[in-house]
């Protein structure tokens, strides 16, 4: 479980394909120091498990599965990626609860200076329509982000310059793909509301 509040920004340090999926290298920093083998960790958006460490990066597999459906089979060596560690149980929960499952891959289709801060709109695959509303929460790239705008088939966040820099969101341009993970609430709710 993780919060959406990005601890630090990495590198791909290496990519290597196989039939079954793919293994990509972090170069990590300082976060390093905290990442044992088997420690999950949310890399833009998406939970993967440190298979092994070393030095200031840790390599982790990535299914076919997972490449199929979030932006990571698009990584290249040298692209950045959004880092943050599992969620302590005993931690202050700053962003909202965030599972690190990708429900789908979304578009930017518009950025835009807002005053301080910087407006992104991003296009989403229409069946997550139902769970996105104004003034909820939202998972873009590992970030946890506040809902503005809500249309048929795009939603628009504000993202303030301390996340600008903490982030790789600044670096997004229209046509950039990112990885969408809807509140968790909402889908558990609805799930509820059919068992009915």
């Not at 498990?49 to 990584?75: I, K, R």
């Not at 880092?83 to 979304?106: N, T």
């Amino acid at each position: 479980m993780f919060s959406g509040i990005v601890r630090t920004t990495g590198r791909v340090a290496a990519a290597s394909d196989s039939p079954r999926g793919r293994r990509l290298r972090f170069d990590a920093g300082s976060l390093a120091n905290d990442i044992a083998p088997g420690a999950s960790l949310c890399v833009s958006g998406v939970c993967l498990t440190a298979a092994e460490c070393g030095g200031a990066a840790f390599s982790a597999d990535v299914s076919a599965e997972t490449l199929s459906c979030t932006t990571l089979g698009g990584l290249r060596v040298g692209d950045e990626v959004n880092l943050e560690p599992a969620l302590a149980a005993s931690a202050r929960l700053d962003g909202h609860f965030v599972s690190g499952h990708i429900d789908g891959v979304g578009e930017i289709t518009a950025c835009e200076d807002d005053g301080e801060s910087r407006r992104l709109a991003v296009r989403f695959p229409k069946t997550l329509a139902r769970y996105l509303a104004r003034k909820g929460a939202v998972c873009v790239d590992g970030v946890s982000l506040t809902v503005n705008e809500v249309g048929a088939s795009s939603f628009s966040v504000n993202v303030i310059p301390f996340t600008l820099a903490q982030t790789t969101l600044s670096s997004l341009r229209p046509g950039a793909a990112v990885n969408i993970e809807v509140d968790l609430l909402a889908r558990y709710l609805e799930r509820l509301m059919e068992a009915r």
